[in-house]
């Protein structure tokens, strides 16, 4: 029994490492949270404007966005979030 090949494609990859820093707001005290944005340069990403695949350079415009995006969010810590959403839907 013969199989197909398989083919691996490996597209290049555009990251950077957002940092969030300061205090919580909810507990007060101060903190600092990290998160790296990823995305690849591949036809399948496309710019939604002129439909076609974006370029490096879109690539890396689009990550910078996200990333600036996240920092700009208010600090607050995972645990203390996830204790403010769990007391709401107790409510």
């Given at each position: 029994?013969?199989?197909p090949?398989?083919?691996?494609i490996r597209?290049e990859?555009v990251?950077?490492?957002?940092?969030?820093k300061g205090?919580?707001?909810?507990?007060?005290?101060?903190?600092?949270?990290?998160?790296?944005?990823?995305?690849?340069?591949?036809?399948?990403?496309?710019?939604?404007?002129?439909?076609?695949?974006?370029?490096?350079?879109?690539?890396?415009?689009?990550?910078?966005?996200e990333?600036?995006?996240?920092?700009a969010?208010?600090?607050?810590?995972?645990?203390?979030?996830?204790?403010?959403r769990?007391?709401g839907?107790q409510?």
């Open positions: 029994m013969n199989r090949a398989t083919y691996t597209f990859q990251t950077r490492t957002a940092v969030r205090k919580c707001t909810i507990c007060g005290k101060s903190g600092r949270r990290q998160t790296t944005i990823m995305h690849t340069v591949n036809p399948f990403n496309r710019n939604k404007i002129t439909g076609e695949p974006k370029t490096y350079d879109e690539v890396r415009k689009s990550v910078w966005d990333a600036m995006a996240w920092e969010e208010p600090f607050a810590h995972p645990r203390c979030e996830r204790e403010a769990e007391a839907e409510r």
